[in-house]
């Protein structure tokens, strides 16, 4: 299995332009979280899935970020308008739910890495 | 709600020396506990886990026990290599579809460990 992809690897963009991060799941996972990673911060859960379904977004920052999954392989994070404040490393993860395991761990991309200038 | 609670680093220590990365937590419901890696440049690997109380994890000659009463999964290798340079987060996932964000791992803010020849 490939693992969790995430593309672009990097991204540098302006302040005020659409971003797009992209994330294929490992084929099979039924979760898929989104993480973003800063020095102030650490890691923070934004959102995550379950079967292509948005069941917390609570730690999406503002309405600037959205998040879709329109199917099982494939998700997107978009901030629209981009602030320099966003910029930091974002995270995908997927993890599966085995009947008669608890709290299987989740699986990471290698991240983008966004700088909003 | 869900915590993680880490020592601050940097941690140097010399190669071949004990080491010891503490970690606490505070959650709701009976989480399994998870250490992850993170080199640079890349993305979190999972290191080893545990799911319930007593419970050791082991991987890479890295060892973690899960303990209830003292609600903590100290990090802990005996002789550390020069390769064993890398951020260390421990993170929690609380039951899952216990609501609220429950879903997700919950990270510490990672400690960064430096070997040094």
């Known amino acids: 299995d490939a693992g969790v992809i995430q593309s672009p690897r990097h991204e540098v963009t302006e302040m005020g332009q659409e971003v797009t991060l992209r994330c294929k799941p490992i084929?099979?996972?039924?979760?898929l979280f989104w993480y973003r990673q800063t020095m102030m911060r650490g890691l923070e859960l934004l959102i995550y899935?379950?079967?292509?379904?948005?069941?917390?977004d609570s730690g999406m920052p503002e309405d600037r970020f959205s998040a879709k999954m329109p199917n099982a392989s494939f998700s997107t994070l978009k901030i629209q308008p981009s602030e320099p404040r966003d910029s930091a490393v974002y995270f995908c993860?997927?993890?599966?739910?085995?009947?008669?395991?608890?709290?299987?761990?989740?699986?990471f991309g290698q991240g983008t890495r966004l700088t909003v200038v | 709600g869900n915590s993680v609670t880490q020592m601050e680093g940097p941690v140097t220590l010399s190669e071949e020396a004990f080491l010891t990365i503490n970690c606490t937590y505070t959650?709701?419901?009976?989480?399994?506990l998870f250490w992850y890696v993170q080199y640079p440049g890349e993305g979190l690997q999972l290191l080893l886990k545990?799911?319930?109380?007593?419970d050791k994890g082991s991987n890479k000659g890295f060892e973690a026990t899960y303990r209830k009463e003292t609600t903590s999964f100290h990090l802990e290798k005996g002789s550390v290599q020069v390769s064993d340079s890398a951020v260390y987060f421990c993170?929690?996932?609380?039951?899952?579809?216990?609501?609220?964000?429950?879903?997700?791992?919950?990270f510490g803010k990672g400690t960064h460990l430096i070997i040094q020849p």
């Open positions: 545990a799911t319930k109380a007593d």
């Open positions: 993860a997927s993890s599966r739910r085995r009947t008669g395991q608890r709290n299987t761990e989740a699986f």
């Open positions: 993170a929690l996932r609380a039951l899952e579809y216990s609501g609220g964000g429950a879903d997700g791992l919950t």
């Open positions: 959650a709701t419901g009976y989480p399994s």
């Open positions: 899935f379950n079967n292509n379904v948005p069941i917390d």
């Open positions: 084929s099979g996972h039924d979760y």
